[in-house]
């Protein structure tokens, strides 16, 4: 098992987790050392292209990490406490370093967004809305997989600009609007199912509770709203989703990683009731939530 020294916290993955009502697949890798290793390199793979799109080489990100003590004993961002200004706010002010942060997003979801695209029954549905879908990779490979779909990338204005040119290389404009605008103000209206993929981890409760709340007004009842996240599961149990969890804790004071409890109870706190999880081969889990009245 790989550990951090720094907080002892294991590194290698267990991806699957329980789930009600659904009951977990049964998990060969219990029983398997090389099934286990072979998922643990499958992962390492999905971190490595996370971290290896450029980010680990740039001084911004760097500075950040090089504070992390002062996140672990504050719960505060280091990244703010480096760099004066929240991680978003710097993402928009600095082109490059948003252009290389949105590339890193996309070089994770590229390895992941099929998992979604097949997991769930996206073929139901007609309009899908990705809040907060950054460039545009997840939408794409959903949109690839199910030809009856139309999408909408919801993000900051200066990243939407990027989604535009994405869409544009895959032949997917015409299938999919793009709208610049902040979800802590307003959602769009009109979509069948919400995705939010590694959007709320980014938040602290209260600030997760409103983008969720943004949703709700934006959708009638009974549609469904989908959270991707790395859902903690019990014990202490080794999960990438642990890592990761000081990584957004770095970029935004109060930013965590949830176990199934908490998701069901911020979900529930912004008039969502959690009707099934579907755990993924990667250490994402799709959340769905239905809206009530
Ligand atoms: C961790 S990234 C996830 C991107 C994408 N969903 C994915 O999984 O690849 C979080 C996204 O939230 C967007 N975001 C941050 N603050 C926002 C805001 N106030 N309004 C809209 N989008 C925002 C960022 O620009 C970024 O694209």
Excluded at 47 to 53: K, V
Excluded at 178 to 189: M, N, R
Excluded at 257 to 272: K, Q
Aim: with cysteine; charged share 20%.
């Amino acid at each position: 098992m790989v550990q951090n020294q720094a907080s002892e916290i294991p590194l290698c993955s267990q991806p699957y987790m329980t789930a009600e009502p659904q009951p977990p697949p049964q998990d060969h890798a219990q029983n398997d050392p090389a099934l286990k290793r072979r998922r643990y390199l499958r992962l390492s793979i999905a971190m490595a292209c996370l971290i290896g799109a450029g980010m680990t080489g740039e001084d911004w990100w760097w500075r950040a990490w090089g504070q992390i003590k002062f996140s672990v004993q504050t719960g505060k961002s280091s990244f703010e406490h480096v760099h004066g200004m929240r991680f978003f706010d710097y993402m928009e002010r600095n082109k490059e370093a948003g252009a290389v942060f949105d590339q890193a997003m996309s070089a994770y979801t590229s390895q992941t967004a099929a998992q979604v695209a097949t997991a769930y029954p996206f073929h139901e549905a007609a309009v899908v809305i990705d809040v907060g879908g950054g460039r545009g990779t997840l939408i794409s490979i959903i949109l690839a997989h199910h030809a009856q779909l139309h999408g909408i990338i919801y993000d900051l204005p200066a990243t939407v600009e990027a989604a535009k040119h994405w869409l544009e290389s895959r032949g997917l404009s015409s299938r999919c609007e793009v709208f610049g605008g902040d979800f802590f103000e307003a959602i769009p209206k009109g979509g069948d199912v919400y995705i939010l993929q590694h959007v709320i981890h980014d938040w602290d409760d209260e600030q997760a509770t409103r983008i969720l709340r943004n949703c709700h007004h934006a959708m009638p009842p009974g549609r469904r709203l989908l959270l991707v996240e790395m859902v903690i599961p019990p014990g202490n149990k080794p999960f990438l989703g642990k890592f990761l969890d000081l990584g957004v804790l770095m970029m935004e004071s109060g930013a965590r990683e949830r176990t199934e409890l908490e998701y069901r109870d911020l979900l529930s706190r912004a008039g969502f009731h959690v009707s099934r999880i579907i755990p993924l081969p990667s250490p994402d889990s799709v959340i769905e939530a239905v809206r009530e009245p």
